[in-house]
Structures are given as C-alpha cells and as structure tokens.
C-alpha cells in the first residue's frame, strides 16, 4: 500500500487476504482485533463483519 489507506483498500485486504489467511491457519476461532481507526469502524465494514458474524 502507498499512500494513506482508505476504508476501500482496507476492506479489500481484509476480504482478499487477513480474513481467508486467518479462518484458514487458526480455523472458527480466529478472530479479528481491530482499533479505533476510522476505517475499520465504518459502515461498509461494521455490515461486512455483521454478516459474517450471522454466518
């Protein structure tokens, strides 16, 4: 990543990348720390991780 990353980038590594390596090294367990960094408290992702949680 160059630059400031945004709530879009962010997500996209998320979903391509930290949540599949996570689920597939730890397994059902795995869970996901985030801080209170804008991005990772905005709409788009408070919906995806509600998703998943309901999964």
Do not use: W
């Not at 709530?7 to 597939?24: E, F, T, W």
């Not at 397994?27 to 788009?44: A, E, S």
């Amino acid at each position: 990543v160059r630059g400031t990353l945004n709530q879009n980038d962010y997500h996209s590594i998320l979903q391509r990348h930290a949540v599949p390596s996570g689920m597939r090294l730890v397994g059902q367990g795995f869970i996901l720390q985030q801080d209170n960094d804008p991005k990772h408290k905005c709409k788009l992702r408070q919906n995806h991780l509600g998703k998943e949680e309901q999964d």
